[in-house]
């Protein structure tokens, strides 16, 4: 069976500090990778996805980045956060035209 | 651009009474999915509809989907307390299965 594998679980960083969220899955081979941002509470945010290594799409601008250094492995970053970066982080795969499955998220804190 | 709408954002139910809650969406698509958000915790998928007229029934839950309408529903049968959590829908677009989300139902059931 899939598993989806997050972390750090929770991070508290100051403002103007870099930043590094890992995902990976498990079980699996080429699957679609996707991070999404959740702000208080509410909606999610889809921040990028890709669908294969080193295949990157952004879907907002933003002090954010994302890579895929291997097929399993989704990795978000940031060199400068900022204040508004703070929400609750969620990495999810899928295959192709099928539904999403999402990890345990990572909730940041950015001080 | 795909507009993902759900509402009101929060709802009362009684325990044992029926209630209906609804997911309206502004562009053509065949896929849409339901999630449960426990406070805290990540998403959990709930129903997958995948075509127009579809329908899933899981214990006192049951979606539906009307393609024609941009509408899906999900009936609850009976509250009950466990039931209490954050309800989204989330339409895919593109064969990359990108998901737009509505900003989610939140359900509290009272004796």
């Known amino acids: 069976s899939q598993t989806i594998h997050q972390w750090p679980a929770t991070l508290v960083q100051p403002v103007g500090s870099p930043l590094s969220l890992e995902c990976t899955v498990e079980g699996t081979s080429n699957p679609n990778l996707y991070w999404y941002r959740q702000a208080a509470g509410r909606g999610l945010q889809l921040l990028f996805y890709?669908?294969?290594?080193?295949?990157i799409s952004s879907e907002v601008p933003q002090n954010l980045s994302a890579s895929r250094p291997q097929d399993r492995q989704f990795i978000l970053s940031s060199k400068k956060l900022l204040l508004s970066d703070s929400g609750f982080y969620l990495c999810?795969?899928?295959?192709?035209?099928?539904?999403?499955?999402f990890g345990p998220g990572t909730r940041l804190t950015v001080l | 651009e795909l507009k993902v709408e759900q509402n009101p954002l929060f709802l009362s139910m009684q325990e044992g009474k029926n209630y209906t809650i609804y997911c309206n969406y502004s562009t053509t698509s065949d896929r849409l999915y339901w999630y449960r958000q426990d406070p805290g915790k990540s998403l959990e998928s709930l129903f997958v509809l995948l075509s127009n007229g579809a329908v899933k029934q899981e214990g006192r839950l049951m979606a539906s989907l009307d393609t024609k309408a941009r509408l899906s529903t999900l009936h609850i049968t009976a509250a009950v307390h466990d039931l209490s959590a954050t309800y989204f829908c989330a339409v895919a677009t593109g064969a990359n299965s990108k998901l737009t989300f509505g900003k989610g139902i939140t359900l509290s059931v009272r004796p």
């Open positions: 890709s669908v294969g290594i080193g295949q």
């Open positions: 999810a795969w899928s295959a192709p035209g099928v539904e999403q499955f």
